[in-house]
């Protein structure tokens, strides 16, 4: 995926197995162990990211969120590795008024984000003393589908565009989080719940108007509106900015 294509380059340093989807399937416990075997960390990337489908596929989300993350978890622990565990702020309601804390309770409003929020309990229960979980959101990078991609398609085909000024978030880099992920993977990844996304802080507006700026377009072109407009199967968060004070740890 996306963050996959950025982070392989970031371990560069390090001796890195990275099957793909159709080589190891997650839920397959025999074949996770003898892929997990001989490595001192292993980091998922592996999720079910279609939001809107896990609201009529909540079974298939949930397999790869959080059944094949529990997996994953359990046999790094059986074979004295430790997991990096990359999760979303789904796991949260949008209803805070201030960033959230790593150890704010889960409340998802989604599929995807009962999915996600599960996943994370059972890569915690699953491996207590060795599990990273790193909360992520927001994700743009230049190997794969992204919101500024979509805006610059956009532009290239209408006048205006409309986006939601509803909804606050945390623009996040895949290279940078790439970045985040192989810190807390030279520090031993240390166990315990990390925000990894940007300090920053936008609605989809906001940063649909810096997009069009960046390019060199006229931001006037980008018309507010809310998120009752655009109306999804699956409801999304108003509010997705998460605290980093757990990386004071690494």
């Known amino acids: 995926g996306m963050l996959g294509q950025d982070l392989l380059p970031a371990l560069a340093a390090h001796d890195v197995t990275a099957p793909a989807r159709a080589e190891l399937d997650i839920t397959d416990e025999a074949a996770v162990r003898a892929a997990v075997a001989g490595h001192d960390v292993v980091v998922n990337l592996a999720a079910y990211t279609a939001v809107d489908a896990a609201e009529e596929h909540e079974d298939a989300a949930r397999a790869i969120n959080a059944t094949g993350a529990g997996v994953l978890a359990r046999a790094a622990a059986d074979a004295g590795a430790r997991i990096v565990h990359v999760s979303t702020d789904y796991v949260f309601d949008g209803s805070a008024t201030s960033p959230y804390p790593e150890d704010a309770p889960h409340a998802p409003v989604s599929a995807y984000g009962r999915t996600k929020a599960e996943g994370e309990r059972l890569v915690l229960e699953g491996h ?123």
């Open 128 to 250: 207590p003393e060795g599990a990273s979980v790193v909360r992520t959101a927001w994700l743009y990078g230049a190997g794969g589908p992204s919101f500024p991609a979509t805006m610059l398609r956009l532009a290239a085909s209408h006048d205006t565009v409309s986006v939601v000024d509803d909804q606050r978030g945390q623009p996040t880099w895949t290279v940078d989080l790439a970045a985040r992920i192989v810190e807390l993977v030279d520090a031993g990844a240390p166990a315990g719940v990390f925000h990894g996304t940007a300090t920053g802080e936008a609605t989809w507006y906001e940063l649909a108007r810096a997009v069009f700026a960046e390019a060199g377009l006229d931001p006037e072109r980008v018309r507010p509106t809310d998120s009752a407009s655009f109306v999804r199967p699956a409801p999304r968060p108003a509010y997705s900015v998460l605290g980093h004070d757990a990386w004071a740890r690494v």
